[in-house]
């Protein structure tokens, strides 16, 4: 089949590399997105995110006129979802108290975090209308194991006129597949050309339809399997890497209770040949290795006791840095017994999930920053050099600021992101009782 007319629903950090990877192939490519302002920024040629190199390419595509961007579905031969799939509930980790012996505590069983599957619904039920015989529907967005399965559901009984591969597999008028995207922010576009694709059908045609969309531009190996399958797959991988993350996490606070620099020791174990530890850090964000694990656990509670365990690690790893601010604030009221809370400030380096991008999707530092802000009784700043204004809800209780002002004001500070800004500026002075840094940077 001939691929005249792509449709990308979900313009975010995966949807609009996708949609101007394909458009930049002379590709006629209609995105769709709820936000107004998004789908005017990128008419006008430009990009509401960051991504090195995605401006141009963008740009090049709205002006050659093969990417236009819209709020209301229209017709296409393929229809690519990359919309969220959040929680329904976010339990917070336990409070303990401060001072005391950090231990990770587990979530009741009752408040596992439980897949919201509302977009992928609402992005299905929208492009139900303009689906014709020979459409090719594939879910991007990751998804709990079943997910594609169910997104075939909810356009059946939209289209009750069209057949779906539940009901006549090879047969069907409409091809459903599943294609986790697997890329690193601040690498999409070469990641999305370079690396291999798992593609998982609901039937044989749908793999190999799929297959041959995705070779426009990917010249990694597309691998098919089931849809299933490939659903697992990405949370799999993601899970691997967090089961990983919770060693180093856990490992750092083992290592602060014996006094021994985590760093130093995580450098000494890695000179084994067969030993790769991860680095530390306040938590683990992101809209993958911090979600995908608790998909496997909402559906096999009983099985997945050692993925529940890391995302527990990593999820309680941010009050430990909480607990480590009130108790720096604590020694410096001791040492400056003239002052109180109201007047200490405390800088935060780092928003964002990692180094280096301006995704605050589910951050460790966003979340540290937030809630030293709403402890704190005197001044918090926010370093962040990677975004322009904080979010609306942290407008009153943070300031954004630059390194400068950081260094001249803060008493406290607190390193949240190894951005190579932070490594690299001369007057970034993190040393001393005040000093709280969770990547080894200072």
Not at 302 to 309: C, D, F, G, P
Request: contains cysteine; hydrophobic residues 40%; glycine residues 6%.
């Amino acid at each position: 089949m001939q691929f005249n007319t792509i449709s990308v629903i979900g313009l975010g950090y995966i949807g609009l590399p996708t949609a101007a990877v394909f458009a930049s192939c002379k590709i006629q490519v209609i995105g769709v997105d709820v936000n107004q302002q998004a789908v005017d920024t990128i008419n006008r040629g430009e990009i509401h995110i960051v991504e090195p190199d995605l401006d141009m390419v963008v740009h090049a595509a709205v002006t050659e006129g093969y990417l236009r961007a819209t709020t209301t579905p229209e017709a296409a031969d393929a229809f690519l979802i990359a919309v969220p799939t959040p929680f329904k509930n976010k339990p917070a980790a336990p409070a303990q108290p401060v001072g005391a012996q950090f231990t990770a505590r587990p979530l009741p069983e009752s408040t596992t975090p439980e897949p919201d599957l509302s977009y992928i619904e609402s992005a299905a039920k929208a492009i139900a209308p303009v689906l014709k015989p020979g459409n090719l529907v594939i879910l991007e967005s990751t998804s709990p194991v079943g997910a594609t399965e169910q997104m075939a559901e909810w356009l059946a009984e939209a289209r009750p006129d069209l057949t779906f591969p539940q009901t006549h597999g090879e047969d069907s008028d409409i091809r459903i597949a599943h294609c986790p995207e697997r890329v690193l922010p601040g690498q999409v576009l070469h990641e999305l050309v370079k690396n291999d694709r798992v593609v998982g059908g609901m039937t044989p045609k749908c793999s190999a339809l799929a297959c041959a969309l995705y070779k426009t531009f990917v010249q990694g190996e597309c691998v098919v399997t089931h849809a299933r399958t490939a659903e697992m797959a990405k949370l799999t991988e993601n899970s691997f890497r967090d089961v990983n993350i919770a060693f180093a996490n856990e490992l750092s606070i083992i290592c602060d209770t014996l006094d021994i620099n985590v760093w130093e020791l995580i450098a000494l174990a890695n000179r084994h040949p067969r030993v790769n530890i991860l680095q530390p850090g306040p938590g683990v964000g992101g809209h993958c290795i911090a979600v995908d694990p608790w998909f496997i656990v909402s559906k096999t509670p009983e099985q997945a006791r050692l993925i529940r365990t890391a995302r527990e690690v990593n999820d309680s790893k941010p009050e430990w840095v909480i607990n480590k601010v009130k108790l720096a604030v604590a020694d410096y009221l001791q040492a400056n017994p003239d002052k109180t809370a109201k007047d200490v400030t405390i800088a935060c380096y780092g928003l964002a999930f990692k180094a280096d991008i301006d995704d605050l999707r589910e951050s460790p530092a966003l979340a540290i920053t937030q809630q030293i802000a709403e402890l704190h009784p005197g001044k918090v700043l926010a370093v962040e050099p990677n975004i322009k204004a904080l979010p609306e809800k942290l407008q009153n209780s943070l300031q954004l600021v630059d390194i400068e002002k950081a260094e001249s004001e803060a008493d406290i500070k607190v390193l949240l992101v190894d951005h190579k800004k932070f490594k690299t500026k001369d007057n970034v002075t993190g040393l001393g009782s005040g000093c709280i840094d969770t990547r080894g940077v200072w």
